[in-house]
C-alpha cells in the first residue's frame, strides 16, 4: 500500500495569510505514460463529508476559489492556500488514486490564528 | 447535478453483518467506479472498495474477507456488506462516485453513521 504522511498534523494561521499542507507519499505516484500525479486534495468540514479541492495534483475543480492552489511531483506535494479566509477552516486530506488500495493522508486540521 | 445517498442501519451488533445501499439520482452507473469509503470518528479516511459498472470489484485487502460490493442497475443503486463487525468498524460511511478510470472522488454521499455495539 502507498502511505500518505501529511505535515502538519494541524495548523493555525491568521486571516489573510499564506497556510500550507504538505503530503509525502512512500512510493511515487507520477504515471510515466502520462506525466500526471495520481494526488487530489479534500476540504472537509465538520458534519459534512469531503469536498474535491484539487486533482492531477495541482488542477483545480470547478467552483474553487482561486486562493486555492497545489504543486508537487513524484512523492512530495503542497496544497496552499494564499490568503485565509474564515470559511476554510476545516480538515485538509490528501488522496492518491494511481494504484489501489486508494489511501488517504491522517489530514491536517486548519484553523484560525 | 449527481446526488447519491446512504441508507441502511445505524446500529449494528458484534459479529453481525453491517448491510448499506447507495441510491443515485442524476446520473446513471455507466462508464464509472463507485465506491464505499469510511472515516473513524476523529480518524482519517479509508477506502472500502469500489465497483464498476460492469459488476467487477476491487476491495481493500484489509477488509477483502469481509466485503462485498453489489450493484443494481435497475434500481441505480449499490450497495456494501460487511461481515462479522466489530468495534473498530464504527464509521461515517460515505459512498461515492470516482471520475474516469477510478481516480478522485468527484461526489459524496453525506455520509452515516453506523454504531457497532450490544
Known amino acids: 500500500d502507498i502511505v500518505m504522511t501529511q505535515s502538519p498534523d494541524s495548523l493555525a494561521v491568521s486571516l489573510g495569510e499564506r497556510a500550507t499542507i504538505n503530503c509525502k507519499s512512500s512510493q511515487s505516484v507520477l504515471y510515466s505514460s502520462n506525466n500526471k500525479n495520481y494526488l487530489a486534495w479534500y476540504q472537509q468540514k465538520p458534519g459534512q463529508p469531503p469536498k474535491l479541492l484539487i486533482y492531477?495534483?495541482?488542477t483545480r475543480e470547478s467552483g474553487v476559489p482561486e486562493r486555492f492552489s497545489g504543486s508537487g511531483s513524484g512523492t512530495d506535494f503542497t496544497l496552499t492556500i494564499s490568503s485565509l479566509q474564515a470559511e476554510d477552516v476545516a480538515v485538509y486530506s490528501c488522496?492518491?488514486?494511481?494504484?489501489?488500495?486508494?489511501?488517504f493522508g491522517q489530514g491536517t486540521k486548519l484553523e484560525i490564528k | 447535478q449527481v446526488q447519491l445517498q446512504e441508507s441502511g442501519p445505524g446500529l449494528v451488533k458484534p459479529s453481525e453483518t453491517l448491510s448499506l445501499t447507495c441510491t443515485v439520482s442524476?446520473?446513471?452507473?455507466?462508464?464509472?467506479?463507485w465506491s464505499w469509503i469510511r472515516q473513524p470518528p476523529g480518524k482519517g479516511l479509508e477506502w472500502i472498495g469500489y465497483?464498476?459498472?460492469?459488476?467487477?470489484?476491487n476491495y481493500n485487502p484489509s477488509l477483502k474477507s469481509r466485503v462485498t460490493i453489489s450493484l443494481d442497475t435497475s434500481k441505480i443503486q449499490f450497495s456494501l456488506k460487511l461481515t462479522s463487525v466489530t468495534a473498530a468498524d464504527t464509521a461515517v460511511y460515505y459512498c461515492a462516485r470516482h471520475w474516469g478510470s477510478g481516480y478522485y472522488v468527484d461526489y459524496w454521499g453525506q455520509g452515516t453513521l453506523v454504531t457497532v455495539s450490544s
Open positions: 442524476g446520473d446513471s452507473f455507466s462508464t464509472y467506479y
Open positions: 492531477w495534483a495541482s
Open positions: 465497483i464498476f459498472y460492469t459488476g467487477s470489484t
Open positions: 488522496q492518491q488514486y494511481y494504484s489501489t488500495p486508494y489511501t
